[in-house]
Every structure is written in C-alpha cells, then in structure tokens.
C-alpha cells in the first residue's frame, strides 16, 4: 500500500506561482516504478487530468489548458513528484491530488491510477 501526501496548495493572486509536492511512502511501494499524475477537480466539476510523468521523467504529457504554465518533475531520491505552476489565473482554481499509476509508462485512463492524495486546495483570486 502506498500512501500519497500532497502540499503547497494555497492562496494565490492570479499571475502568481505555486509549487506543489506529493510525498509517497510504502513498505512495497517502489516510487521510480510508477508514473505519477496529477488531477484537479475544480469547484462542482469533474476532476481533470493535468500532467503525468513517466518512472524515469523522460516522458511527460500535459492537459492543454495548463501547458507552457505548468512542470511536472520528479525526484526518485526523494519519492516525490512536483508540480510548477506558473502564471496561475482563477480557472485553476481547485483540489489538487496526486497519483501513482499502475504502470511505468505514460498511460491516460483514470482507472490506470490506483493510489490518490488526499488532495490540497489552490485558490487563485484576487
């Protein structure tokens, strides 16, 4: 079992910057084996791909809505996935969460996520 902790959520004026971190711990948990993702679930909305990363960080994909904003990054030393987030504006205002997927490699299906956050709040308003 894996557990995911996320921080570095809070409140932000738009234009501003986040950095965002998700700590993951395990007994038989292997963090460079995984992919991780992260997902926002805006205000009464669905929750919504932002990036992913693969196991080594070679290969990264991100929703358009925040690409050329947005970095995901990892640290295997430290078992912990990163998300930069640049020129933030009121539309990303949500949960964040993270998760681990089942596999190494980038894939894109919810279901391919087994373990989540519990999630950390960002709020960009003036």
């Known amino acids: 079992q894996v557990q995911l902790v996320e921080s570095g959520g809070g409140l932000v004026q738009p234009g501003g910057s986040l950095r965002l971190a998700c700590a993951a711990s395990g007994s038989t948990f292997t963090f460079g084996h995984h992919a991780m993702g992260w997902f926002r679930q805006p205000p009464g909305k669905e929750r919504e791909f932002v990036a992913i990363i693969n196991w080594r960080g070679d290969n990264i994909d991100y929703a358009d809505s925040v690409k050329g904003r947005f970095t995901i ?35 894109f299906e919810v279901s391919d996520f087994d373990s989540w956050g519990q999630g950390t709040q960002v709020t960009v308003s003036s």
Request: with cysteine; proline share 3%; charged share 15%.
């Open 73 to 107: 990054s990892r640290d295997n030393a430290k078992n912990t996935v990163y998300l930069q987030m640049n020129d933030l504006n009121p539309v990303d205002t949500a949960v964040y969460y993270c998760a681990a997927s089942l596999y190494a490699i980038v894939t």
